[in-house]
Structure formats: C-alpha cells, structure tokens
C-alpha cells in the first residue's frame, strides 16, 4: 500500500478562487430566484398560484 501526500502552498490563489466561487455563486442564485419569482408569478397553475398567492400580495407582486 503506497502513501501520498498532497501538498500546497497557504496563500496562493485561495483568497480569487473564493471570491468567484461566491460571485458564482451569488450569480447562479439571483438566476434561480428570478427564474422562480417570474415562473411562479405567471403560472397558470392552480396549485402554484394558490401556494404563492401570500407572498406575492405581501411583497407587491401582481397576480391578478
């Protein structure tokens, strides 16, 4: 059985490889949650107009 050791230097790039990995992130959420607003907002689903129809009186979001 053969041991190996990974090995890196502290410092080195961590601090960039963070901030896009949470501007990535950041940017894929925002998608997601608009997706979700405008796909719940104009759907013509009972079900999901129904399970949403608080929220979206509540923050001003037309329905009607």
């Known amino acids: 059985m053969q041991t190996e050791v990974i090995s890196s230097r502290p410092g080195t790039g961590s601090r960039i490889s963070s901030r896009s990995d949470a501007l ?6 925002a998608l997601l949650g608009g997706f979700l607003i405008w796909g719940v907002g104009f759907s013509h689903i009972d079900f999901v107009h129904n399970a949403a129809h608080d929220t979206r009186h509540s923050t001003g979001f037309p329905c009607h």
């Open 24 to 29: 990535a992130g950041a940017i894929f959420a």
